[in-house]
């Protein structure tokens, strides 16, 4: 039943007076559509129109809406609890959960932090290298080195360590931490490591050593700084530049963990286990917020050695409701099933978007797992480019100079078609011509 035309025009005008979308004005530019449900890939508006949802709402939700595994895990915990404060209680939902993650890491990932979002796990992941030195003797060693072109989220710590210059955040310049930045990846997934690369990444470490807690990198897939694609031998490369200097490796896997790029974390692609990994989006299947990290015991132990304590807290950190649909959207994942969607998404994905390297203005266009990306010359007009992509029933959120899709992994082919066909219309009213 959809709302008729005067109760929607009054929701959009509370809307317009009243809520801060994200990373927009206020009032926003543009007026939001409104979305009354959703289930299986396609979100129904209030209009009465439905659209494929090409986004997994940013990424997270892999298996779609209303599943009904999803949605028993969340009523059963709710007869239960809905939360519990975590300082001095705990949970079953919470531990089970601890337990599967550290099963699915990579080894020796052994101890868990809860947090609510992938920005806060980030935090967190900063504070446990910082803390670490300090116990060890060394709070001289306060700064990351991390490479251009990166995203880790929002808040303030995060923020520090994306992109200074073309990332979202260079409004607050001269308000953050100063940490070290190497020159992006060279593009490209197949790409063979560099020797001038490897070389300058060497010098950047190898100059900065003296002063480095970590090298924090998203791994393989650079977000939100741009959506580019790098070797694994970057990842490898870092691992050995980090144990040769005695420095941690923190990997952010919020974006690319629970199998977006075809391997369960990003980080298998390369062989690689880290120090420290941020995980979160997909986490709960995009049923609620819920982030992690995880560590070694060798900085859980060094922090905690004479009763020190990881000083963080968040209110609802390991919120049951998470934390027990978290844990049967992992029971989901354990089946193995999401390989052969994510790389069935792949090749739909490769086919749907090749029209798109004809269009003017198109600099590149590169897929990998369940990502697809067209990359134009110059910025992306966003209304134009999303009303090409809803006139065709799917829902895309351009941004900076890329239209691109994550869909959610039980997106059937035909569905795959048509965004990839929505996505390329997206990009020729874009900007690509």
């Given at each position: 039943?959809?709302?008729?035309?005067?109760?929607?025009?009054?929701?959009?005008?509370?809307?317009?007076?009243?809520?801060?979308?994200?990373?927009?004005?206020?009032?926003?530019?543009?007026?939001?559509?409104?979305?009354?449900?959703a289930s299986?890939?396609?979100?129904?508006?209030?209009?009465?129109?439905?659209?494929?949802?090409?986004?997994?709402?940013?990424w997270c939700?892999?298996?779609g809406y209303?599943?009904?595994?999803?949605?028993?895990?969340?009523?059963?915990?709710?007869?239960?609890?809905?939360?519990?404060?975590?300082?001095?209680?705990?949970?079953?939902?919470?531990?089970?959960?601890?337990?599967?993650?550290?099963?699915?890491?990579?080894?020796?990932?052994?101890?868990?932090?809860?947090?609510?979002?992938?920005?806060?796990?980030?935090?967190?992941?900063?504070?446990?290298?910082?803390?670490?030195?300090?116990?060890?003797?060394?709070?001289?060693?306060?700064?990351?080195?991390?490479?251009?072109?990166?995203?880790?989220?929002?808040?303030?710590?995060?923020?520090?360590?994306?992109?200074?210059?073309?990332?979202?955040?260079?409004?607050?310049?001269?308000?953050?931490?100063?940490?070290?930045?190497?020159?992006?990846?060279?593009?490209?997934?197949?790409?063979?490591?560099?020797?001038?690369?490897?070389?300058?990444?060497?010098?950047?470490?190898?100059?900065?050593?003296?002063?480095?807690?970590?090298?924090?990198?998203?791994?393989?897939?650079?977000?939100?700084?741009?959506?580019?694609?790098?070797?694994?031998?970057?990842?490898?490369?870092?691992?050995?530049?980090?144990?040769?200097?005695?420095?941690?490796?923190?990997?952010?896997?919020?974006?690319?963990?629970?199998?977006?790029?075809?391997?369960?974390?990003?980080?298998?692609?390369?062989?690689?286990?880290?120090?420290?990994?941020?995980?979160?989006?997909?986490?709960?299947?995009?049923?609620?917020?819920?982030?992690?990290?995880?560590?070694?015991?060798?900085?859980?132990?060094?922090?905690?050695?004479?009763?020190?304590?990881?000083?963080?807290?968040?209110?609802?950190?390991?919120?049951?409701?998470?934390?027990?649909?978290?844990?049967?959207?992992?029971?989901?994942?354990?089946?193995?099933?999401?390989?052969?969607?994510?790389?069935?998404?792949?090749?739909?994905?490769?086919?749907?978007?090749?029209?798109?390297?004809?269009?003017?203005?198109?600099?590149?266009?590169?897929?990998?797992?369940?990502?697809?990306?067209?990359?134009?010359?110059?910025?992306?007009?966003?209304?134009?480019?999303?009303?090409?992509?809803?006139?065709?029933?799917?829902?895309?959120?351009?941004?900076?100079?890329?239209?691109?899709?994550?869909?959610?992994?039980?997106?059937?082919?035909?569905?795959?078609?048509?965004?990839?066909?929505?996505?390329?219309?997206?990009?020729?009213?874009?900007?690509?011509?």
């Amino acid at each position: 039943m959809t709302r008729s035309d005067a109760d929607l025009a009054e929701l959009l005008d509370r809307d317009r007076l009243h809520v801060w979308h994200p990373y927009s004005p206020m009032p926003a530019s543009s007026p939001p559509l409104s979305v009354v449900s959703a289930s299986g890939v396609r979100l129904r508006l209030t209009d009465g129109r439905e659209l494929i949802d090409g986004m997994a709402s940013w990424w997270c939700a892999v298996h779609g809406y209303r599943h009904p595994a999803l949605d028993a895990a969340l009523r059963d915990q709710l007869d239960r609890m809905a939360h519990v404060m975590f300082g001095g209680l705990t949970h079953e939902p919470a531990v089970r959960l601890a337990t599967r993650l550290v099963e699915l890491a990579p080894a020796p990932l052994e101890h868990v932090f809860f947090s609510d979002s992938g920005s806060v796990s980030v935090e967190v992941a900063i504070k446990m290298s910082l803390q670490y030195w300090r116990a060890q003797g060394h709070p001289e060693r306060r700064r990351l080195l991390t490479v251009r072109g990166g995203y880790h989220g929002d808040t303030f710590g995060a923020m520090a360590v994306c992109d200074p210059v073309g990332g979202m955040h260079a409004h607050f310049a001269g308000t953050l931490a100063e940490h070290v930045f190497a020159d992006r990846p060279p593009d490209g997934f197949d790409a063979r490591l560099d020797p001038a690369y490897a070389e300058h990444l060497a010098e950047r470490v190898r100059s900065h050593a003296h002063e480095l807690a970590a090298v924090i990198v998203e791994p393989i897939v650079q977000g939100a700084g741009g959506m580019h694609f790098y070797s694994p031998d970057v990842v490898r490369l870092l691992r050995d530049l980090c144990d040769r200097h005695d420095l941690l490796l923190i990997l952010d896997e919020v974006a690319t963990g629970f199998g977006r790029t075809g391997q369960l974390f990003a980080c298998e692609h390369a062989g690689v286990a880290p120090d420290v990994m941020c995980v979160g989006k997909a986490l709960t299947g995009g049923y609620l917020p819920l982030a992690a990290t995880l560590c070694t015991p060798r900085i859980a132990h060094a922090i905690s050695r004479d009763g020190g304590a990881l000083m963080h807290g968040p209110t609802f950190m390991a919120n049951p409701l998470a934390c027990a649909v978290a844990l049967r959207n992992i029971e989901l994942l354990a089946d193995g099933c999401w390989r052969e969607d994510v790389a069935r998404i792949e090749r739909g994905l490769r086919d749907g978007l090749a029209p798109a390297r004809r269009l003017r203005g198109v600099r590149d266009v590169r897929v990998l797992g369940a990502i697809g990306v067209i990359q134009l010359d110059g910025s992306v007009d966003v209304p134009r480019a999303t009303l090409a992509a809803t006139d065709l029933g799917v829902w895309l959120r351009p941004f900076r100079d890329l239209v691109y899709t994550m869909p959610p992994y039980v997106t059937c082919d035909e569905e795959v078609a048509r965004i990839a066909a929505a996505t390329v219309a997206a990009a020729a009213a874009g900007g690509g011509g």
